[in-house]
């Protein structure tokens, strides 16, 4: 199997220099200009990816074994639920594999994705990404600027560990999504940080 192309670079390195935090500085001395050019410039990127025209080469056995691709899933197009799915009773979900999106749906910016075979057990312990959104939210509660953070599923994930697990590096890849570790050196890691809270 040939491997996937890459993604050619959307910015230049100095363009992007322009957009991250210094790996060490905490977010809460993000300015509101930094946070907004920090946002501006993930979204613009995300939007690229999203209106570009992908081609790809069909292949004789297409019609017999269909093989979903990163190009094929639209998260702008999924329905939204709130941030709180892993407190979801068990039963809420009949599938339950899933490739899933955490997005700010006030600036439409994809901030993680993430893929699992039980929706209603992920998250319910620890992960850091529900630290990085508090943060993220903390920050914009003292800029008093709006978030609305959303979860969004793609239902059609395969069930098989790695297939699954191969599709969402994909897709991690192609959004470039900040809260991935995968995306940290394009965009700095100002959320990473131990929980914040507003002055």
Request: aromatic share 14%.
């Amino acid at each position: 199997m040939e491997p996937a192309p890459q993604q050619p670079l959307l910015f230049s390195e100095a363009q992007m220099r322009g957009f991250v935090l210094p790996p060490q500085q905490p977010p809460w001395q993000m300015d509101q200009p930094a946070l907004q050019r920090w946002k501006a410039a993930i979204a613009q990127a995300q939007q690229q990816v999203r209106t570009e025209q992908v081609l790809r080469q069909g292949t004789l056995f297409d019609s017999i074994n269909p093989r979903v691709e990163a190009a094929d899933i639209d998260p702008f197009t999924l329905e939204l639920h709130n941030f709180f799915f892993f407190q979801w009773p068990s039963d809420r979900s009949a599938q339950d594999a899933c490739i899933y999106f955490v997005l700010d749906s006030t600036v439409s910016l994809i901030l993680y994705i993430g893929e699992t075979c039980r929706t209603h057990r992920r998250w319910q312990g620890d992960h850091d990404c529900k630290r990085y959104v508090l943060n993220y939210q903390s920050l914009h509660f003292q800029h008093q600027m709006p978030t609305a953070i959303n979860t969004v599923f793609w239902w059609d994930a395969p069930a098989a560990p790695r297939p699954r697990q191969q599709l969402e590096a994909s897709l991690i890849r192609r959004w470039k999504s900040p809260f991935n570790q995968e995306n940290w050196e394009t965009w700095g890691t100002p959320f990473v940080s131990p929980e914040i809270t507003p002055p």
